[in-house]
């Protein structure tokens, strides 16, 4: 018998576990199993020790066999986390499955080895167990070994070689040991192979670095909030303007059935045209409710936004130096790819730029900004001349110009020189799935508006690379029509360290959680507007919210029925808003967090 080999492999274990271990790493199912196979590696080799050491002074039998009792079952343990380790990375359809039905039966066969008769051989040359129990423990490592194998030769048709090494190592290291055996009795070697096995795996885990990783987190946080900043001060401002404004259009209205008088009449057509022009001019651009996938007309041309600016930029510059003053703006939170039509883009944005300029000094404003929205870029390009104006009575007949426009047509309109009636220019801007806005007026002059939703073109590496799934903080959604509130709740939902988003759109929690995005905890507000908690509950009922627990808010006035909301419906829990830190910490507790 030897312990200078045993000694050795829990050295280097032992280094290894406080690499492990110090090193930040991703809570994963790999690092997890990971963690498994070092501890029962730590254990195997000091029970190793122990009993090496007893057969070369004491020789105490009972002590061997208690050793050995606890010793035997380790092994097919190790085996059976190999095993789950390489179906993970396989496959991880069912793994929660397998992973416990692979415990039921571990039970069951440690029961067996407390059971099972084994004898230990000990003499002045060599130390060993044999038995029933013994060839038991090898059958069970033997199936586990060759599952192994079988999806280690899976994961090889994926091209994933670093991941199958360690199966391969132990194949080609446990005949080397089944040789060294039989010509050295007393040299205990499986042990050292165990940990070979482990310190290879070291360097096979996927572990990024999680300093970057995390800067990457903070900054996806943070374009987050930016963005959902942005768009509830939109929809405030959607809510202040669009309101008064109706209510001076009917108060219009009301006037011109009461008066006919043709000044007082005139005015108010006015009134209502110009109204009219605000109303759309809010819908078409700052409602973002209805920005989706159906508005994004093409999908399968891809460009890059900055070039197609950067063109534009380029040729007026070059068409219109002589007698245009052209400045531009451009939002540094445009996407770089999006799907979209760029040739017709680019000679609308150029013929409206000419029709401006006319041929007479002026200057030109370029303004483009954008909203994003899910995977959905809307473009709002504006266009501003002051020198130059149109009648309403010119910009009503342009708007309410319906004709269609055919592909074909399109094709055959001459947009090199960059000249077409603003007829056409409204109808290709259709065709592309956009909106044309007219503004004019002797004061300020004309101004174009061309919105347009866009698809943004996603890298799925960078994807993978952003996601959340490599953080551990905890994922927090937030519903509440109430921004007052929403941002309230968002502030102190940040105080907990987790990572929070917030939304005023039931409708967008549904369509989040119906694309599969994680969340741990979604808080819904009970009272929406032209909704409710429960009625959006039933609205998930279909989705998958396994991960995802879902708990109400609820106001002082509904404490007494807050538990009809976790007996009827699918809440997890309730949160009293007049008492949000003890909830918190309720919740919390209950959670294990």
Known sequence: MNLILPIFSLFILVLLQVVFYIK???NNV??????????ISTLNISFNILGIYNGYTTRNMLFLNIINHLDLPLYFWWASLLFLYLYNIYTRKNYKIIKTIVLWLNSIFTFLTI????EVVVNEFEGYAKG???NFVYIICAIYICLCVFFAFKILKTGKFKKTLPVFVLLICGIFAVLVQKIMPNLIVIPGIIVFIELIMFFTIENPDLKILNEYSKNKELLEQIIEEKNNLLFKLSEDIVIPLQKIKEENINLLKKENIKSIYKVINENNLRLNDVINLINEVYNISNINRSFAEIKENKYNVYNLLSQIILIVKNKYSDNCIFKYCVSESLPEYLY??????KQTIISL?????????CIIDFDVSTITRYNICRLIITIHCSSYTISLQDINKILEYSDNITKNEIENINLEDYKADLKVIKQIINFLGGTLLIKSDKECGTEFKIIINQMIYEDTKNNKLLSYEYTNKKRILIVDSNLKELNSLTKQMRNYNFIVTSTLYPNELIS????KEKYDLVFINDDLNDSSAVKVIKQLENINLKDTKIIVMLNENKEHIKNHYLTEYKFYDYLLKNDYDNEMNRILTKLKW
């Open 115 to 118: 059971i099972l008769p084994f």
């Open 30 to 39: 790999e690092t997890n199993i990971y963690k498994y196979l070092l501890l």
């Open 353 to 361: 730029i000419n029709f401006l300029s006319n041929g007479k000094q």
């Open 340 to 345: 979209g039509d760029d040739l017709h883009l």
């Open 132 to 134: 029933t129990c013994v």
């Open 512 to 515: 989040k959680l119906k694309s």
């Open 24 to 26: 930040p790493r991703l």
